[in-house]
C-alpha cells in the first residue's frame, strides 16, 4: 500500500491488533526482567510467574467459558484438548495440539504452534534455569481448578532453553466431584 493511502477497516483492525500483540509481549518481558530483578533468584521468579499465572487462571475461566460456549467435557481428553484448540486461540491467538498421552489418559503434553511471548526475547547466559513462559503453566493450573482439577504442569521443552519445540506436560492429580446442588432431607 502506498504510503498515506487510506486504508481499509481490516487492515486497520490487522495493524492495531498487531500492535496490541506486540505491547502484550513487551509488556510480559518487562514483568520478568523486572521480577529477575526484585527476585534475584531465577527459582523464584519461575515459581512468581506461576503463581501469577495462577491467580489469572483461577478468573480467565469464567470469561472462557462466557465466550466460548463449550460445556462440561466428559473427561481430562476433551479438557485438554479446549485448552489447546480453544483457550490458546482465544488468549494467545495461536493454536496448540495435544499429544503423549499416557496409558490411563491423565497426563499429556500441550505443544504450541506459535508463542507470541517470545518474540524478541533472548535469555541471557545468567538467565539459564529461568521458566520464562511460566506465566502460562500457571494459568492453565488455576483455570483447571476452577472446573475441579486439580493439576500439575511443567515444561517439557522450551526452546528459549534451546528444545525444538515449547510443550507443556499436563498432569491431572485430582479430580474433585462436584456436589449435587440440592440435598435430599
Ligand atoms: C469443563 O468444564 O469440563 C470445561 C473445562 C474447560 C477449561 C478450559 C480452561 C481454559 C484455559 C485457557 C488456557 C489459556 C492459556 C493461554
Given at each position: 500500500?502506498?504510503?498515506?493511502?487510506?486504508?481499509s477497516g481490516d487492515a486497520i483492525f490487522s495493524s492495531v491488533?498487531?500492535?496490541?500483540?506486540?505491547?502484550?509481549?513487551?509488556?510480559?518481558?518487562?514483568?520478568?526482567?523486572?521480577?529477575?530483578?526484585?527476585?534475584?533468584?531465577?527459582?523464584?521468579?519461575?515459581?512468581?510467574?506461576?503463581?501469577?499465572?495462577?491467580?489469572?487462571?483461577i478468573r480467565l475461566v469464567d470469561e472462557f467459558l462466557a465466550?466460548?460456549?463449550?460445556?462440561?467435557?466428559?473427561?481430562?481428553?476433551?479438557?485438554?484438548?479446549?485448552?489447546?484448540?480453544?483457550?490458546?486461540?482465544?488468549?494467545?491467538?495461536?493454536?496448540?495440539?495435544?499429544?503423549?498421552?499416557?496409558?490411563?489418559?491423565?497426563?499429556?503434553?500441550?505443544?504450541?504452534?506459535?508463542?507470541?511471548?517470545?518474540?524478541?526475547?533472548?535469555?541471557?547466559?545468567?538467565?539459564?534455569?529461568?521458566?520464562?513462559?511460566?506465566?502460562?503453566?500457571?494459568?492453565?493450573?488455576?483455570?483447571?481448578?476452577?472446573?475441579?482439577?486439580?493439576?500439575?504442569?511443567?515444561?517439557?521443552?522450551?526452546?528459549?532453553?534451546?528444545?525444538?519445540?515449547?510443550?507443556?506436560?499436563?498432569?491431572?492429580?485430582?479430580?474433585?466431584?462436584?456436589?449435587?446442588?440440592?440435598?435430599?432431607?
Amino acid at each position: 500500500m502506498a504510503p498515506g493511502a487510506p486504508r481499509s477497516g481490516d487492515a486497520i483492525f490487522s495493524s492495531v491488533e498487531r500492535v496490541n500483540a506486540e505491547l502484550f509481549t513487551l509488556t510480559y518481558g518487562a514483568i520478568v526482567r523486572q521480577l529477575l530483578t526484585d527476585l534475584e533468584e531465577v527459582e523464584e521468579v519461575n515459581k512468581q510467574l506461576d503463581q501469577m499465572g495462577y491467580n489469572i487462571g483461577i478468573r480467565l475461566v469464567d470469561e472462557f467459558l462466557a465466550k466460548s460456549n463449550v460445556t462440561r467435557c466428559v473427561d481430562f481428553k476433551e479438557t485438554a484438548e479446549v485448552i489447546a484448540k480453544v483457550g490458546f486461540k482465544m488468549f494467545l491467538g495461536v493454536s496448540a495440539s495435544v499429544t503423549n498421552w499416557d496409558a490411563d489418559g491423565t497426563c499429556c503434553s500441550i505443544v504450541l504452534e506459535d508463542n507470541p511471548l517470545v518474540d524478541f526475547v533472548e535469555l541471557p547466559d545468567t538467565c539459564q534455569g529461568l521458566y520464562y513462559c511460566n506465566i502460562l503453566s500457571g494459568v492453565i493450573r488455576g483455570a483447571l481448578e476452577m472446573v475441579s482439577m486439580k493439576t500439575e504442569v511443567t515444561w517439557a521443552r522450551d526452546m528459549l532453553r534451546g528444545d525444538d519445540a515449547f510443550e507443556l506436560q499436563v498432569k491431572l492429580l485430582k479430580q474433585v466431584p462436584e456436589e449435587y446442588p440440592y440435598k435430599d432431607d
